[in-house]
């Protein structure tokens, strides 16, 4: 089992460019996240999905999509990249929305 | 948001010495998870607390669920080197989604 895996692990972005970070899981698990991680602020959830076909917004939302087509993927969108998005992407699934998370390696972006 | 403070941010304690991290919610939680996040790493889950005024052992690791269910703590005994990392709560209420505390950072001298 690989459990959840994110790629990239490191990217460099210019400002105004888009990406996608990937994140997948074979646990067969519904629930899946998207937080990212700054200094002091702890994990702030961007978006979740509590399964194929539907998703939500987290607390911190704006400049990011996110679509979930299958049960394995869930993809994170960064539409028009900013200074402020710098930070580390970590992609997490669990069976429900409050039960054990399993989270991937996680993506150092910068954005430059 | 729910609103969730813990304390400390930081502790650096000597190899040897006992650690302790508190969450406190100003809501009644229905479960509270406990996390530990190495330096350069990810969260890792370490325990779910259910029940009001549960107390849970692992090892070296003691967590306690308050009363009142909006609190809860993660106790060390004798810390060594392998404790090292950030540790967080992630408090739960009813149906709502995982959120994180803002962790405690340990540092642990030899």
């Known amino acids: 089992n690989a459990g959840v895996t994110q790629t990239p692990k490191f990217q460099v972005l210019k400002t105004g460019q888009s990406m996608t970070l990937q994140c997948a899981q074979d646990?067969?698990?519904?629930?899946m996240s998207w937080y990212r991680q700054d200094p002091g602020m702890g994990l702030r959830l961007i978006h979740y999905s509590v399964g194929a076909g539907i998703t939500d917004q987290g607390e911190v939302p704006n400049g990011y999509n996110v679509s979930r087509s299958t049960t394995e993927d869930f993809p994170l969108r960064l539409l028009s990249a900013a200074p402020s998005q710098t930070s580390v992407y970590f992609c997490?699934?669990?069976?429900?929305?409050?039960?054990?998370?399993?989270f991937g390696q996680g993506t150092r972006l910068t954005v430059v | 948001g729910q609103q969730v403070m813990q304390i400390p941010q930081y502790q650096h304690v000597q190899e040897g010495e006992d650690f302790t991290t508190y969450c406190n919610s100003s809501t009644t939680l229905s479960n509270i998870q406990w996390y530990k996040q190495r330096p350069g790493g990810h969260p890792v889950f370490l325990i779910q607390?259910?029940?009001?005024?549960e107390v849970k052992k692992q090892k070296r690791l003691t967590f306690q669920f308050g009363e009142a269910k909006k609190n809860s703590s993660l106790h060390i005994t004798a810390t060594q080197t392998t404790d090292v990392g950030t540790y967080f709560c992630?408090?739960?209420?009813?149906?709502?989604?995982?959120?994180f505390g803002t962790g405690t950072r340990l540092t642990v001298i030899p």
């Open positions: 997490a699934s669990s069976l429900t929305q409050n039960t054990e998370a399993f």
């Open positions: 646990m067969n698990h519904e629930y």
């Open positions: 992630a408090p739960v209420t009813g149906a709502n989604n995982l959120f």
């Open positions: 607390l259910v029940k009001s005024g």
